[in-house]
């Protein structure tokens, strides 16, 4: 009778145990915060939709044309088993930097530095400069009781939905896995649902160095966005390789990709020139590796095109591009219609294409002028602009072949892009109510003599000239 109650009180708690670690574990396995006890999950929001990758458009469209505030858009699970890569990158040939780099040390080097290794990473503190900690972590919505919440944890980093209705509180958490951007104007994050990769609803901005609503037509006020689907073509961009599970939309092995933008995108597949290489140490002739600084224009500015072409489509699978071949079989480029102004009827502005403004160019037209006569693509160049006026204006150009020059004298030396390559606004990432927001500026890259360009610059040295009791224009 006496082990009966013993085994009774065990078995009791033994079962209180259990349950308390399923509530303190949570269902899809990670630690709850310690006050959302209550909180239900988010699919039980009236409001909350699984939205699969092929319905994503047309239920983007309803929620748009029919303005339904409070929408909750999740991603629906993929059906069947999760994709592997059918070819591995071995197979593709593929090399990771780092083996580059065993050769090429002080190159490999520089380029960790650059945008293009950087522009897709893993979430680390370092790589994301955005506050975990409140009130920096919470971004507010047009709704007061509802709000998204920036949280680390020891196993990683996550973005909440909070929302708070008729004393009911719901939640929604999904894990950010993947970044994108290198930070210069901001980063977006992608997260995987099974084998599917969708976009956060927030985004990093480094203007104000906030979290806020990420940008575009997919995130319309009042609504909360987990499920855009992410494409081939988003990653065809912003890293060097990932396999994309054939008749999907945004599902991808999940075993083997590489982040960032690396070697093999401008170099071609390196694994037969590693290996030659490695085979015959003494032998100082290149084999097997396409350097664009000695393909012809054309098919030089089209290893670049590849990215900086603007919205351009895709008629193959992506990161099939192999540097030295015609672009025109990989990617159908808009028909250059915007001549004078930059195109910004395009849906999604954010990546200007500076090739079709370069293309419109004298410099470009009346000489072999390619992407890299003024940019290396394998370094940090950012707060260099100095150097673009001596190292690259002036390869082509004699500082007296600027007939303004000759009225404004060494004043305008530093200052050729300012006239000649003038900042535009070009994409407008800001959403409805933010309009106080500065848009990010870029450099026309058709060089050309800009009149109103000019006004501005000339106008702002007689300003700095009369400050420091000078005047402006006369040549000293
Ligand atoms: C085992 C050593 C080794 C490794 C590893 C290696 N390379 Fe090379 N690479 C060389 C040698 C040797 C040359 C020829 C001498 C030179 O130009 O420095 C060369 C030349 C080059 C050139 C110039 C080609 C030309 O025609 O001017 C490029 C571009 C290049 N390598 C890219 C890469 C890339 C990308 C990787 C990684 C996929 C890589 N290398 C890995 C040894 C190596
Ligand atoms: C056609 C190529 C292309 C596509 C497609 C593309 N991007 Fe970009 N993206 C760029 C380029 C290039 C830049 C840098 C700005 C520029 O020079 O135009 C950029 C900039 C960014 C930035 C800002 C980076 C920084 O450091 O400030 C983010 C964030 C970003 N892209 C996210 C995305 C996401 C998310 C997708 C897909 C949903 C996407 N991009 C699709 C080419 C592309
Ligand atoms: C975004 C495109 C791009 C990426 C990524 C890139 N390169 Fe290059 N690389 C170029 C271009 C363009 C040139 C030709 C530069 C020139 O002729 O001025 C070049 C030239 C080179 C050369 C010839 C020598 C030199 O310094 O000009 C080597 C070697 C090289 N790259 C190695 C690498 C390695 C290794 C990596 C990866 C760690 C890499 N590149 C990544 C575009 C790229
Ligand atoms: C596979 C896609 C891809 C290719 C190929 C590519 N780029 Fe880029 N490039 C990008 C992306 C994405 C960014 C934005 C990086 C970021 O800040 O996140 C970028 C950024 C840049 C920048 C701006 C750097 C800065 O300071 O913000 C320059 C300049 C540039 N690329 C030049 C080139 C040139 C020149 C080539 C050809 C030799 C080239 N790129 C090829 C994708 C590419
Ligand atoms: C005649 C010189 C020159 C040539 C050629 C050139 N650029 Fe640039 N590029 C610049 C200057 C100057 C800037 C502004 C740099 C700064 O503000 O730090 C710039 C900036 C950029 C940026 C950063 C975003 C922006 O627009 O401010 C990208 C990306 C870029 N260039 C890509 C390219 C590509 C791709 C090509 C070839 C199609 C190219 N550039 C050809 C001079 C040039
Ligand atoms: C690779 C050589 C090369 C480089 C680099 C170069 N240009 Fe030129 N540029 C030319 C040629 C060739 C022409 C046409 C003949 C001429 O006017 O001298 C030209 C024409 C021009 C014109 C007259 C354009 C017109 O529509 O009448 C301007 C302005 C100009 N360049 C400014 C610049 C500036 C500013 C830079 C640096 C950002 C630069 N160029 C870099 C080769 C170059
Ligand atoms: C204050 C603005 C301004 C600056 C700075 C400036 N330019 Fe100019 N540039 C002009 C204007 C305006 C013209 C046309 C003048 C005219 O036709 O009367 C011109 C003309 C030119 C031309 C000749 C175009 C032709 O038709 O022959 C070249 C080449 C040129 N600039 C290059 C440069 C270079 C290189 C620099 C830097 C050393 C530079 N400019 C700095 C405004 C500027």
């Given at each position: 009778?006496?082990?009966?109650?013993l085994l009774?009180?065990l078995?009791?708690v033994?079962?209180?145990?259990?349950?308390?670690?399923?509530?303190?574990?949570?269902?899809d396995?990670?630690?709850?915060?310690?006050?959302?006890k209550?909180d239900?999950p988010i699919r039980?929001?009236?409001?909350?939709?699984e939205?699969?990758?092929?319905a994503?458009?047309?239920f983007?469209l309803?929620?748009?044309?029919?303005?339904l505030m409070?929408?909750v858009m999740?991603?629906?699970?993929?059906e069947?088993?999760?994709g592997?890569?059918?070819?591995?990158?071995?197979?593709?040939?593929?090399?990771?930097p780092r083996?580059c780099g065993q050769?090429?040390?002080?190159?490999w080097e520089?380029?960790?530095q650059?945008p293009h290794f950087?522009t897709?990473?893993e979430p680390?503190r370092?790589?994301?400069?955005?506050r975990?900690e409140?009130?920096?972590?919470?971004?507010?919505?047009v709704?007061?009781?509802?709000?998204?919440?920036?949280?680390?944890?020891?196993n990683?980093?996550?973005?909440q939905l909070h929302?708070?209705?008729?004393g009911?509180s719901y939640?929604?958490?999904?894990?950010?896995d993947?970044?994108?951007?290198s930070?210069?104007?901001g980063?977006s994050?992608?997260?995987?649902?099974?084998?599917a990769?969708?976009?956060?609803p927030?985004?990093?901005?480094?203007e104000g160095?906030?979290?806020?609503h990420s940008p575009?037509?997919?995130?319309?006020e009042?609504?909360f966005?987990?499920?855009r689907p992410i494409?081939?073509?988003?990653?065809?961009?912003h890293?060097t390789?990932f396999a994309?599970?054939?008749?999907?939309?945004?599902?991808f092995?999940r075993d083997?990709?590489?982040?960032?933008?690396?070697?093999?995108?401008c170099?071609?597949?390196?694994?037969?020139h590693v290996d030659?290489?490695?085979?015959?140490?003494?032998e100082?002739a290149p084999?097997?590796i396409t350097n664009?600084?000695k393909?012809?224009?054309e098919?030089a500015v089209?290893v670049?095109?590849?990215?900086h072409?603007?919205e351009s489509?895709l008629v193959s699978?992506g990161f099939?591009y192999?540097?030295?071949?015609p672009l025109?079989?990989?990617?159908v480029?808009?028909?250059?219609?915007?001549?004078?102004e930059?195109?910004?009827?395009?849906?999604d502005?954010?990546?200007?294409s500076?090739?079709?403004?370069?293309?419109k160019?004298?410099?470009f037209r009346?000489?072999?002028?390619?992407?890299?006569t003024?940019h290396d693509p394998?370094r940090?160049?950012?707060g260099?602009?100095k150097?673009f006026?001596?190292d690259?204006?002036l390869?082509?150009h004699?500082?007296?072949?600027?007939q303004?020059?000759?009225?404004t004298g060494?004043?305008v030396?530093?200052l050729c892009?300012e006239?000649h390559?003038?900042?535009?606004?070009?994409a407008?990432?800001?959403?409805?109510?933010?309009?106080?927001?500065?848009i990010?500026k870029?450099?026309?890259h058709r060089?050309?003599?800009?009149?109103?360009?000019t006004?501005?610059?000339?106008?702002?040295l007689?300003?700095?000239?009369s400050?420091a009791g000078?005047?402006a224009?006369v040549?000293?």
């Amino acid at each position: 009778m006496k082990n009966h109650w013993l085994l009774w009180s065990l078995f009791c708690v033994g079962t209180l145990a259990g349950l308390v670690l399923i509530f303190a574990i949570g269902r899809d396995g990670n630690p709850r915060l310690s006050d959302a006890k209550d909180d239900l999950p988010i699919r039980k929001w009236p409001r909350a939709k699984e939205v699969s990758a092929d319905a994503y458009q047309e239920f983007l469209l309803q929620v748009r044309r029919n303005q339904l505030m409070g929408t909750v858009m999740l991603p629906r699970i993929p059906e069947g088993t999760t994709g592997v890569a059918t070819k591995h990158p071995q197979e593709v040939g593929i090399v990771p930097p780092r083996v580059c780099g065993q050769c090429h040390a002080e190159l490999w080097e520089e380029f960790q530095q650059s945008p293009h290794f950087r522009t897709s990473s893993e979430p680390s503190r370092e790589g994301t400069p955005g506050r975990y900690e409140p009130p920096d972590s919470r971004v507010a919505t047009v709704h007061p009781q509802a709000w998204f919440e920036m949280v680390a944890k020891p196993n990683g980093f996550y973005q909440q939905l909070h929302i708070n209705h008729e004393g009911q509180s719901y939640l929604h958490e999904a894990r950010i896995d993947l970044v994108i951007g290198s930070g210069k104007v901001g980063q977006s994050f992608l997260s995987w649902t099974k084998d599917a990769l969708h976009q956060l609803p927030v985004s990093y901005f480094t203007e104000g160095a906030r979290w806020g609503h990420s940008p575009d037509f997919d995130y319309p006020e009042g609504t909360f966005n987990f499920s855009r689907p992410i494409s081939e073509r988003c990653l065809d961009c912003h890293a060097t390789w990932f396999a994309r599970v054939p008749q999907t939309i945004n599902r991808f092995a999940r075993d083997e990709f590489f982040l960032g933008v690396t070697c093999s995108r401008c170099h071609g597949l390196g694994r037969e020139h590693v290996d030659h290489h490695l085979a015959h140490p003494n032998e100082t002739a290149p084999h097997a590796i396409t350097n664009p600084g000695k393909l012809s224009q054309e098919l030089a500015v089209s290893v670049c095109a590849q990215c900086h072409s603007g919205e351009s489509e895709l008629v193959s699978t992506g990161f099939r591009y192999r540097p030295g071949e015609p672009l025109a079989e990989y990617l159908v480029q808009p028909s250059a219609n915007a001549d004078t102004e930059i195109d910004k009827s395009i849906p999604d502005p954010h990546a200007a294409s500076q090739l079709r403004r370069l293309e419109k160019s004298a410099c470009f037209r009346q000489s072999e002028m390619t992407c890299f006569t003024c940019h290396d693509p394998h370094r940090n160049e950012r707060g260099r602009e100095k150097h673009f006026l001596v190292d690259h204006c002036l390869k082509c150009h004699q500082p007296d072949d600027c007939q303004q020059r000759k009225l404004t004298g060494a004043a305008v030396d530093r200052l050729c892009i300012e006239c000649h390559m003038p900042l535009v606004e070009y994409a407008d990432i800001r959403r409805p109510g933010e309009d106080s927001m500065p848009i990010p500026k870029m450099r026309d890259h058709r060089i050309q003599i800009w009149p109103e360009a000019t006004t501005n610059v000339l106008q702002r040295l007689s300003t700095e000239a009369s400050k420091a009791g000078t005047k402006a224009g006369v040549p000293r």
